[in-house]
């Protein structure tokens, strides 16, 4: 007898507001993120199909929502020790500049995308690239796949570091301005 999976996922949302003076220009901005919460269980049976009870339900609900007070509490927590990397960083709406309360999580996605992102695109497309000059049968198909891929990623890591240096470039540090978080 075959068994079947039955899954049941629960998906709560927050939105928390942020409002900050640009430390830039003085402008006022305010922006909303939207916090998720999951959970997933899975059944395992005999029967066609697992119908989840009220209290299964319910038991699920309650985790997702443990799940989304976690990162409430985490994001409180580190907003209190002046952290703020677990908000996506937004600019200012009147000057376009970053504030320096956002250089962390700029860091921490500059440095995603540097050492993940990146070298995995840039193998694929490797890849693509040895593919097809293998199909089409290329003389020195080796060597221009290595010239393909290395103009490839030089340009790519420029264009990477470039983005960082001028979304840091021009953020005033002594006039440092703490946003207001809203849950």
């Known amino acids: 007898m075959t068994e079947r999976i039955s899954s049941y996922t629960q998906n709560v949302k927050k939105s928390v507001n942020i409002s900050f ?11 909303s993120q939207e916090l998720k919460g999951k959970s997933k269980t899975s059944y395992v049976s005999n029967k066609e199909f697992h119908q989840f009870t009220d209290t299964e339900a319910t038991i699920i609900q309650a985790k997702a929502l443990q799940n989304l007070e976690s990162k409430v509490n985490k994001i409180k927590a580190d907003a209190e020790r002046g952290k703020f990397t677990r908000i996506l960083p937004e600019k200012c709406s009147a000057c376009k500049k970053n504030q320096s309360w956002q250089i962390g999580r700029l860091r921490k996605d500059f440095l995603i995308y540097l050492f993940l992102a990146v070298p995995a695109a840039l193998l694929l497309t490797y890849g693509l690239v040895a593919l097809i000059i ?22 790519t890591y420029i264009k ?3 983005n960082y240096i001028t979304a840091v470039k021009g953020i005033d540090k002594t006039k440092h301005t703490k946003p207001l978080i809203s849950f």
């Open 134 to 155: 293998w199909i089409m049968k290329i003389k020195n198909g080796s060597l221009w796949t290595l010239a393909i891929f290395g103009v490839l990623a030089l340009s």
């Open 160 to 162: 990477l570091i470039y």
């Open 21 to 31: 003076t640009c430390e830039n220009c003085g402008a006022h901005n305010s922006f």
